[in-house]
Nanobody, 126 residues
Framework: QLQLVESGGGLVQPGGSLRLSCAAS????????IGWFRQAPGKEREGVSC????????NYADSVKGRFTVDRDNAKNTVYLQMNSLKPEDTAVYYC???????????????????WGQGTQVTVSS
């Protein structure tokens, strides 16, 4: 049983910050690259960020570069997404997922990931 649990979402004003956490249950997270994704109502799930198993490599969608930072603490079996300078268009349910073992690159394609968490709602509104 490979399970991820997202937390840290909430309501924040434009320009504010949130830090999301992705915690693993049933496996050791440090063996896997982890992706962050988001899905707004009526839109497809899109990749936000990916972090390699070691944390040495990261990838970001153009829409969040310079504002979001992904990091991991393998000792705590947790991956984080620090979101700064939030915009209303960042409003979505945010998910984390495990990059499948057939993928060799830390990509932002949802189809390359599995073991999705339940998601955490992020709402950016004044």
């Amino acid at each position: 049983q490979l399970q991820l649990v997202e937390s840290g979402g909430g309501l924040v004003q434009p320009g504010g910050s949130l830090r999301l956490s992705c915690a693993a249950s049933g496996f050791t997270l440090n063996y896997y690259a982890i992706g962050w994704f988001r899905q707004a109502p009526g839109k497809e799930r899109e990749g936000v960020s990916c972090i390699s198993r070691s944390g040495g490599s990261t990838n970001y969608a153009d829409s969040v570069k310079g504002r979001f930072t992904v990091d991991r603490d393998n000792a705590k079996n947790t991956v984080y997404l620090q979101m700064n300078s939030l915009k209303p268009e960042d409003t979505a349910v945010y998910y984390c997922a495990v990059l499948n073992l057939l993928s060799r690159l830390c990509v932002l394609s949802p189809g390359s990931f599995g073991s999705w968490g339940q998601g955490t709602q992020v709402t950016v509104s004044s």
